[in-house]
């Protein structure tokens, strides 16, 4: 099924536009089950006109990342054991442009990691790329020269942690 038609059988009030809930019955259609916290932070990641709905381009790119994240998920487990295990998560995270040092990488995966195994399963992978993905986004709005580094006030770090935080 072609992209837009997709997204077209998924808009079920027909707006035009996706509601956390409607993409999360298109995900569930996929195979990927997330609560609606996590579908909520996917569409507020990918909502470039603050609708808190994504219309058929923020769907597109969310679509591009998601089958991104899926394929470096499935690239790194080499193993197959449907998980990736931290040093499958740096190379995966390196691919992507991520350059996180070791305590950074291993906070993360903590956070991601509910069943306290030390590794991430896909659902735990994409929730930690989106993570990461919005930090990003958010520390870049603090580093217009993209120097790597940034220096905040306590509101300013209240708000990038806010943004980055929600739905976590």
């Known amino acids: 099924m072609q992209l837009k038609a997709w997204f077209d059988a998924i808009d079920v009030d027909r707006s035009g536009r996706l509601d956390a809930k409607e993409l999360q019955r298109a995900l569930q259609m996929g195979n990927l089950n997330f609560g609606l916290n996590d579908v909520d932070q996917m569409v507020r990641a990918f909502d470039t006109d603050n609708s808190r709905t994504l219309g058929f381009g923020e769907f597109s790119r969310l679509h591009y990342f998601l089958v991104n994240v899926q394929n470096s998920f499935q690239q790194f487990d080499r193993d197959r ?38 590794s991430l399963s896909l659902d735990e992978y994409i929730r930690s790329c989106l993570f990461l993905q919005t930090g990003a986004r958010v520390f870049g709005a603090f580093d217009p020269q993209r120097t790597g580094q940034v220096h905040l006030s306590f509101n300013q770090f209240v708000y990038a942690a806010s943004h980055v935080t929600q739905g976590f």
Do not use: R
């Not at 740096?90 to 291993?106: E, I, S, Y």
């Open 81 to 118: 054991s449907g998980k990736l295990d931290p040093g499958e998560v740096m190379q995966a995270l390196h691919q992507a442009g991520f350059q996180l040092d070791h305590p950074a990488m291993m906070a993360m995966i903590s956070k991601f990691d509910p069943d306290n195994s030390g």
